[in-house]
């Protein structure tokens, strides 16, 4: 089998990956970095993100109204000292990336233009129209071509991380285009592959989103920290689920429901005076009790509500909401200029991950993890929009920076051993190729997968559902061992790759439902309808779930708190 | 839902068995609301998986499900299928080496891609150039000078373009319509300095100057980058700096 | 049919499966979009027999009145009629798609100065193309000069 040797591996090339391996090319001219990724990286799902990336940028603002703003969008859940670095690091990271080429959109005077965005006091979201993601994965691979020491593996699917002496020293990958396996080792690696929301049938994700990094480290026994948080987005597309960004509100939007009424505005859903622009857990509980009151509107793919761009104007939607206009007129046959767009509730961002500290590193020595792979954690639970863009840059430079210090440290391993690691993936895999004698249909595993999923851990939760979703995914887990498959060709075979994906998102779906069942308490966007109010006596703690053949073992770990007082989170 | 079935035509390649590539057809019950995707989707899931082709983000902007539909380059996530009759023939994206199915070779576009040098090139180290950056830390644009460039900006890297493009047909080393148009791109931004050095690279072996402005590229653009307009504004600018260069050896000003 | 050149987006390296050669799809030819684009290629032909007549009318000048009148006269043919009828109107259908297409290379600006909006050049193309047509016509008909 081929060894391939480098300094470091990083493992997914999207925003935090790139950033990564930007950070450790251009600090290290000598190291040689590895970037692995799945699919070729200006496809990674980075590529999606259309409202912007906070940082303090105004005078008005500062890096106190950011963390309190984030702390209190994480319903006190978020450690306040990751909070505190991740603030102070927002606006030097955003400024570098406009220095590469960002085409973020101007004020007059030359200077970036902020807009205001969900939770956030002030407009802090610098953004480039509304494709800030597609731009900052552009920019951030076009930079990335710059430095030669950047290793690309594109089209590689790594499903082991290679263990030797306690410490993670590469990865076995499987070459999509020749079927083959290959070690790729580095003193260090770095997860930076994004979430899982494919676990769900509603999602603004792309299909590469299957959580494999997480998967990754869970199996390598690193806990995985407050899976039960996932975000539902307010303003997704009914039927494809596709991203329709916040910044539609931050530019004036209104929510409305089928008697016309802005019902932000007209009943309490706890957002006060920011109505549309309250966090995304209370807008997407407010949807679905409009819905559930028979407020909604019914259409061919469920029930939905209304977002009212018509009052903005054809030049504004123009010239800051040009790709909603597209998507509306492509997918939902709306122009938004003259027509409300109908939209719903749907997962958008697990806030839940790999536990990481503040400098990304991970349980076990020489792992890392960024982006939305990493639980820091700073969303805690629930994620102010336009955080995310820049926690990718941030925390990917961060690890990338740890990493290498790490490896300068760190020794060779033990080539033979993680070889033979690598080798006996090799064989397991092989196994599955074309299996015929499997009794259980990919496809069908998915669709159960994700009609468990939107049963027990949708916007509201109950236990008794929460209960049976426990014992209804780990019963796939035992099933997706026994997958059939029909493809036993070796050059680029997408059956193999769906099934290695489908056995990562059952393990992912296996912590979150175990984490939420646990958890009697509503906070954020783990809403508990036995328990509705906010516990912090017994609750103020992040879930950690340990991989275990039995299922998910589940442990505590302390927030971070600091000058912020866990206190009634209203607006 | 009400359905109408229609006849999907594939095109099946596995170098291990077959000599040259296939076609196999599917019965498919489409919804009116689908995509071309959506076919392509339902028969990996429900009639046979063994089909390999690539797609991501399903709102046409990650650039991965461009096909060859009923002979046209097409985003399958963004065609509709309802505006194809009862038959729809898809095929791997033209021009590009067939690697299985309907993926084809990309490794050819991304060396074109890297070779124009696609990021801001600065004459000096940034520590060096702090006076050009405001308090920020950030370079002062106008929304006039975002205009310039923004255009080019947009491409999804799709490739239809080099699947339309008669040129690239014919010449392996023509850089392209994507190529040159994010080439392009950089020259147009007021922070970036290394047009002199793209346009030599736009006169050398890849040249622009094969481009004979057929269109087709910006025909088929999904994202409507016009990459036929910025070849030809670059040929404009490369012709200038060449005459510049034959008057100042070493290069004029920016 | 429809093979593209075999080493169309030639890969820098040799590629790791055996990949099929690119193709073209058989249908490649009857997209409306490029069916247009092969019609304008395909007057190429008409101003090369175009070019050619006109040679063959400067020979005649040259071997004197009775050729010239020769000449002359020939044209009235109706084949010569329908001939420059159908160069008329590729000229017009290549001057049309130009006027369309070059506005868009403009380049944002021209050292300081920026050019004018494309609207503006495609106007003044037509303004510049009729006058031109306009002054040459009556120059050659006598009526002025």
């Not at chain 1, 080539?415 to 690598?422: F, I």
């Not at chain 1, 508990?528 to 992040?542: S, V």
């Not at chain 1, 275990?548 to 302390?558: E, H, I, S, V, W």
């Not at chain 2, 007021?190 to 793209?198: I, K, L, P, S």
């Amino acid at each position: 089998m081929d060894v391939f040797r480098h300094d470091i591996v990083i493992v997914g090339g999207g925003g935090a990956g790139l950033r990564a391996a930007i950070e450790a090319a251009e600090n290290h001219p000598d190291a040689s970095i590895a970037l692995v990724s799945k699919v070729y990286p200006m496809r990674s799902h980075t590529v999606s993100a259309e409202g912007g990336a906070a940082a303090v940028a105004r005078d008005d603002d500062n890096l106190e109204l950011h963390g309190f703003d984030t702390v209190k969008g994480s319903d006190f859940l978020g450690d306040q000292d990751a909070i505190q670095f991740f603030v102070e690091e927002a606006p030097k990271e955003l400024a570098l990336l406009e220095n590469w080429g960002c085409p973020f959109s101007r004020n007059e005077d030359g200077t970036v233009a902020t807009r205001a965005f969900g939770g956030m006091t002030t407009k802090r979201t610098w953004y480039a129209a509304d494709k800030i993601g597609f731009h900052m994965l552009h920019t951030l691979f076009q930079q990335s071509m710059r430095f030669p020491n950047i290793v690309r593996y594109d089209e590689y699917f790594v499903s082991k991380l290679l263990v030797d002496g306690g410490t993670c020293r590469g990865v076995a990958a499987l070459d999509i285009r020749t079927g083959e396996y290959k070690t790729i080792l580095g003193r260090a690696v770095i997860l930076t592959t994004g979430g899982g929301g494919k676990i769900f049938p509603f999602t603004t994700n792309g299909t590469i989103k299957t959580g494999d990094g997480m998967a990754l480290a869970y199996r390598a026994g690193v806990p995985l920290k407050d899976m039960e948080f996932v975000q539902y987005h307010p303003t997704g597309l009914p039927g494809t689920g596709i991203l329709i960004t916040e910044a539609t509100r931050g530019e004036g939007g209104y929510l409305r429901n089928n008697q016309g009424e802005r019902f932000l505005v007209d009943y309490d859903y706890g957002v006060g005076n920011k109505a549309e622009l309250g966090p995304r857990d209370m807008i997407s509980r407010a949807i679905v009790q409009e819905i559930e009151a028979g407020r909604g509107f019914k259409g061919p793919y469920g029930e939905y509500v209304q977002l009212d761009l018509t009052h903005l104007g054809e030049e504004k939607i123009n010239s800051r909401l040009p790709f909603v206009r597209e998507l509306a007129k492509t997918y939902v046959g709306v122009d938004p200029v003259h027509e409300p767009i109908p939209i719903r509730p749907v997962v958008h961002y697990m806030m839940g991950g790999v536990d990481t500290d503040i400098h990304g590193a991970t349980s076990l020595p020489g792992l890392y993890a960024a982006g939305e792979t990493a639980c820091v954690s700073i969303n805690g639970a629930n994620r102010l929009g336009s955080n995310s863009l820049t926690e990718c840059l941030v925390f990917g430079a961060a690890a990338a920076q740890h990493a290498m210090d790490f490896a300068g440290g760190s020794s060779e391993g033990n080539e033979a051993a993680l070889r033979a690691e690598a080798e006996d993936e090799a064989a397991r895999v092989e196994n599955l190729r074309g299996r015929r004698k499997g009794g259980e249909k990919i496809s069908e595993i998915r669709r159960e997968l994700n009609g468990i999923m939107e049963a027990s851990c949708g916007v509201y939760r109950q236990q008794d559902s929460m209960q049976a979703g426990v014992i209804e995914a780990a019963q796939l887990r035992g099933r997706v061992a026994d997958l059939r498959l029909e493809d036993d060709s070796k050059v680029f075979n997408t059956e193999l790759i769906t099934a290695l994906e489908l056995a990562n998102m059952v393990e992912v779906a296996e912590t979150l439902a175990v984490s939420a069942a646990h958890r009697k308490e509503s906070r954020g966007a783990h809403t508990c309808k036995d328990f509705t109010t906010r516990n912090d006596q017994d609750y103020l703690y992040h879930t950690m779930a340990y991989h275990d053949p039995a299922g998910p073992r589940l442990g505590k770990k302390d927030v971070v708190l600091g000058k912020w007082v866990p206190e009634e989170r209203k607006y | 839902m009400p359905t109408t079935e229609k006849t999907i035509v594939l095109t099946r390649f596995d170098p291990d068995k077959d000599e040259t590539p296939r076609k196999q057809e599917y019965q498919v019950p489409c919804e009116p609301s689908w995509k071309v995707l959506d076919a392509v989707n339902f028969i990996k899931d429900e009639l046979d998986s063994t089909i390999s082709y690539r797609w991501s983000c399903r709102m046409a902007v990650c650039g991965s499900c461009g096909m060859m539909v009923n002979g046209e380059p097409k985003l399958t996530c963004k065609a509709a299928l309802d505006e194809y009759g009862s038959r729809v023939e898809i095929e791997p994206l033209a021009n590009f080496p067939i690697v299985r199915d309907l993926v084809v070779e990309l490794d050819g576009f991304m060396h074109k891609f890297e070779s124009v040098k696609p990021w801001i090139i600065r004459a000096k180290e940034r520590a060096a150039d702090m006076e050009n950056l405001n308090e920020k830390g950030t370079y002062s644009q106008s929304t006039e000078e975002l205009a310039d460039f923004k255009q080019f900006s947009m491409c999804i890297n799709c490739m239809l373009c080099y699947s339309a493009c008669p040129v690239v047909a014919n010449e392996p080393e023509f850089l392209g319509p994507a190529a040159i148009a994010l080439g392009h791109r950089y020259n147009l931004d007021n922070r970036d300095e290394g047009t002199e050095e793209r346009h030599e690279i736009f006169r050398g072996e890849g040249t622009v100057f094969s481009c004979s402005y057929a269109n087709e590229c910006s025909e088929v653009c999904p994202k409507n980058v016009d990459p036929a307009a910025a070849i030809n504004q670059a040929k404009f600018g490369a012709v200038i700096d060449w005459a510049k260069g034959l008057v100042l050896p070493r290069g004029g000003s920016n | 049919m429809g093979a593209a050149h075999p080493e169309a987006m030639a890969p820098p390296k040799p590629g790791r499966t055996r990949t099929a050669p690119p193709q073209m799809p058989s249908t490649w030819w009857s997209a409306p979009r490029i069916r247009t684009y092969l019609l304008f290629d395909a007057t190429g032909f008409i101003y090369f027999l175009v070019g050619f007549h006109a040679i063959h009318m400067i020979r005649a000048l040259g071997e004197g009145p009775e050729a010239w009148q020769a000449v002359m006269s020939s044209l009235s043919h109706p084949l010569y009629i329908l001939f420059h009828v159908v160069a008329l109107a590729s000229v017009i259908f290549v001057a049309v798609r130009f006027f369309r297409l070059f506005p868009k290379a403009q380049p944002p600006s021209i050292g300081p100065a920026k050019p004018p909006p494309g609207n503006v050049i495609h106007a003044m193309l037509y303004v510049v193309w009729i006058g031109i047509t306009l002054v040459m016509s009556l120059a050659l008909s006598g009526v002025i000069f």
